[in-house]
């Protein structure tokens, strides 16, 4: 079966970095658009970045300039790099993909992992 698996989060103070990595596994004929989204107990989850197959990076307007999403698509993976980190970076992040898998059918399917927490003190 498709995994995702999430990996780097921790405890950093204000102003520190952090990387976060997620490597996909199982039967993947192709992966589409590879993101990372984050989630509190108080707020929605919302969308941090996003990657598509060709490395072309999109940001929510609070991570511009700090965080730099990337991938390796012979390793499945795909990275967080994040710098300058606040207190309401603090979250859970996850990796998001979709993907065709390599077996069953051929459609579009959206995996996720199962996060990583990420907590910035003050």
């Known amino acids: 079966q498709v995994q995702l698996v999430e990996s780097g989060g921790g405890l950093v103070q204000a102003g520190g970095s952090l990387r976060l990595s997620c490597v996909a596994s199982g039967s993947i004929f192709r992966i589409n658009a590879m993101g990372w989204y984050r989630r509190t107990p108080e707020k929605q989850r919302e969308l941090v970045a996003t990657?598509?197959?060709?490395?072309?990076?999109n940001y929510a307007d609070s991570v511009k300039g700090r965080f730099t999403i990337s991938r390796e698509n012979a390793k499945k993976m795909v990275y967080l790099v994040m710098n300058s980190l606040k207190p309401e970076d603090t979250a859970i992040y996850y990796c998001?993909?979709?993907?065709?898998?390599?077996?069953?059918?051929?459609?579009?399917?959206?995996?996720w992992g199962q996060g990583t927490q990420v907590t910035v003190s003050s």
């Open positions: 990657v598509t197959s060709d490395g072309g990076a």
């Open positions: 998001n993909a979709d993907l065709v898998r390599g077996q069953g059918d051929f459609r579009n399917r959206n995996y």
